[in-house]
């Protein structure tokens, strides 16, 4: 590496079987699966995850319920290992709400694969924290607080490694006493479970054209609390989804609330980040929704204990990348395996994991190295992870073109209906995306802005309180990891065309425009110490001008039972 004054930086390197980026879902179950292949076979292989969060966990938001499937596929005996899904879902409901009232959906009518008996209310933090446990126990090596800042490459142009732990810069770009360069940790197969938007992700399906002939991804923001629910409000084990108010009915979204066991509650809100008009302020949507009469009647005496956010994928089956390059693979999120209309992908992230883990034990058994995973991408093909997402592939399409009554509920039900009764046949075909979500923002000038209501600090609260209920920190003396392209264009073309919307899509409150007393010299204003690691800026600047790089290892927020 070049030191950025012509000196080459000297790095520890160690060398593994196959390095994994990212322990969540798909990373801890690729690493589980390689090693149960090897004991089965009788085999050593030597396997390392690194995780940028503080501990396994940290980073990991989501609803969630998850289908069992996945777990069922990696740990047969997961209910007697203890793993914690502990909250089996007992009863549902679906409804899409007005202003001031609600009309209840008959949940019975979805198709089987859309209904969640069957299911667990789980925290996916939880479930990683469980999962890195076993990892462990079998000999996976597991590396916190070790961000993945680059990939390394072979004279050949294949993948060989990553560098982790580069701490120590400061503000001013300069190595600062405590600074240190960092380690390569070399594989001969590298697998990319970074998540939703990841830089290496994003960087490698530039490199390769991995989307090359796909449809561009498609994603959400998903905002969340957890709460202690008053006593006799509670509903253990019980899922309640949302469609409409307060969202209007070209914005697709919609809220969910799960009940815990343990007397809290997941409450959550997804925008679809396609939407038009730049004024949406989807944290505001979020509180807003909680002011709606059957939202706030179950909150009432209750009280909010943690607070996050995190991008999602929703481009489906046409959004799917090629999954394998020369030297690694993509899996889960980091492809990009969310069924939008089953609100699920966990399971989806772990059977990745687990396939591409095979597809590596297979090549590192044939004495291969950094080629690429073609048994991965076969695994894939024949998988009921790509059936699955076969199946739902026009929801997300027909529920942007047509909005949320007729697209989403009517249309969109009624293509997954026919897919099921006729095999993945639909009367649409495969309709296309058509354009990513930045290029979806039209200018404010074309839109009104919403009302949002004033936070009470009991039921609705502003931006950076909640912030605080998501332990965010970051080293403040390092460079600032969101980047700007070209820093005249927030305030010379985003401002007077968009109203800079970044101000309003970041659910942390990193973006804002600055001006003198009299309104005059806007400024844009980076505070990167408050960034939750969603990815939104990345995924929604109109300009594309904002680029999401990893902060030091361990930076971001620390979630918990999240």
């Known amino acids: 590496m070049d030191g950025g004054d012509g000196m080459e930086i000297e790095r520890e390197s160690m060398e593994f079987d196959v390095v994994i980026v990212g322990a969540g879902p798909a990373g801890l179950s690729a690493a589980i699966r390689l090693k149960q292949l090897a004991e089965q076979n009788g085999a050593e292989i030597n396997v390392v995850v690194v995780e940028k969060g503080s501990e396994v966990g940290a980073h990991i938001l989501s609803g969630a319920v998850l289908d069992p499937v996945g777990m069922n596929a990696l740990f047969p005996d997961w209910k007697a290992r203890g793993a914690p899904l502990e909250t089996e879902v007992v009863s549902e409901s679906i409804s899409l709400l007005g202003p001031a009232g609600v009309l209840p959906m008959p949940a019975w009518a979805l198709p089987r694969e859309l209904q969640n008996h069957g299911n667990y209310i789980v925290s996916m933090g939880n479930v990683c924290r469980w999962l890195a446990e076993q990892a462990e126990a079998m000999g996976v090596e597991i590396y916190p607080g070790m961000a993945a800042s680059e990939c390394l490459f072979r004279g050949d142009g294949s993948v060989k490694g990553v560098v982790v732990g580069t701490v120590g810069v400061g503000k001013d770009g300069e190595p600062k006493p405590s600074f240190e360069p960092g380690m390569e940790l070399l594989g001969k197969y590298v697998l990319i479970a970074e998540g939703v938007r990841g830089s290496l992700s994003k960087h490698l399906i530039a490199r390769y054209e991995l989307s090359h002939g796909r449809e561009p991804q498609k994603y959400g923001i998903g905002l969340k609390e957890l709460w202690e629910i008053a006593p006799e409000k509670r509903r253990p084990g019980h899922v309640a989804h949302t469609f409409g108010w307060p969202l209007d009915d070209a914005t697709g979204g919609g809220s969910f609330i799960y009940h815990y066991n343990d007397g809290t509650a997941a409450v959550g809100f997804v925008v679809h980040l396609n939407y038009r008009n730049p004024h949406i302020y989807p944290y505001g949507e979020f509180q807003k929704l909680k002011t709606h009469p059957a939202i706030s009647e179950l909150l009432e005496g209750g009280k909010r204990i943690a607070?996050?956010?995190?991008?999602?994928?929703?481009?489906?089956?046409?959004?799917?990348?090629?999954?394998?390059?020369?030297?690694?693979?993509?899996?889960?999120?980091?492809?990009?395996?969310?069924?939008?209309?089953?609100?699920?992908?966990?399971?989806?992230?772990?059977?990745?994991?687990?396939?591409?883990?095979?597809?590596?034990?297979?090549?590192?058994?044939?004495?291969?190295?950094?080629d690429v995973l073609e048994g991965y991408e076969r695994r894939y093909e024949n998988s009921p992870v790509r059936a699955e997402l076969m199946r739902a592939r026009n929801f997300k399409p027909l529920w942007s073109k047509f909005g949320t009554l007729a697209g989403a509920i009517s249309l969109g039900g009624f293509d997954m209906w026919t897919n099921k009764l006729i095999s993945g046949l639909s009367l649409f075909g495969t309709l296309r995306h058509g354009k990513t979500d930045a290029a979806a923002t039209e200018p404010a000038a074309n839109h009104k802005k919403p009302a949002y209501p004033k936070a009470d600090g009991v039921l609705t609260f502003d931006r950076l309180t909640n912030l605080s209920f998501s332990a965010t920190n970051h080293e403040e003396d390092q460079p600032s990891h969101l980047k700007l392209k070209d820093a005249s264009i927030p305030i010379a073309v985003n401002l007077p065309e968009y109203d800079e919307p970044a101000q309003r899509y970041c659910p942390a409150g990193v973006y804002e425009v600055l001006t003198d007393d009299d309104g005059s010299n806007p400024r844009f204003q980076i505070n990167a110490q408050n960034c939750v690691h969603c990815k939104t800026c990345d995924i929604k600047d109109p300009s594309q001008n904002i680029l999401w790089t990893v902060p030091e290892g361990g930076g971001g927020p620390n979630y918990p039972n999240m």
Do not use: W
């Not at 020369?326 to 059977?351: E, Y």
């Not at 095979?358 to 190295?369: H, I, M, S, V």
């Open 307 to 370: 607070y996050g956010a995190r991008a999602i994928t929703e481009g489906g089956f046409q959004s799917v990348p090629k999954l394998a390059f020369p030297g690694g693979a993509l899996i889960g999120c980091s492809a990009g395996f969310v069924n939008v209309p089953r609100i699920k992908g966990n399971h989806n992230a772990m059977l990745t994991g687990m396939m591409a883990a095979e597809a590596a034990f297979e090549a590192l058994a044939a004495g291969r190295e950094g």
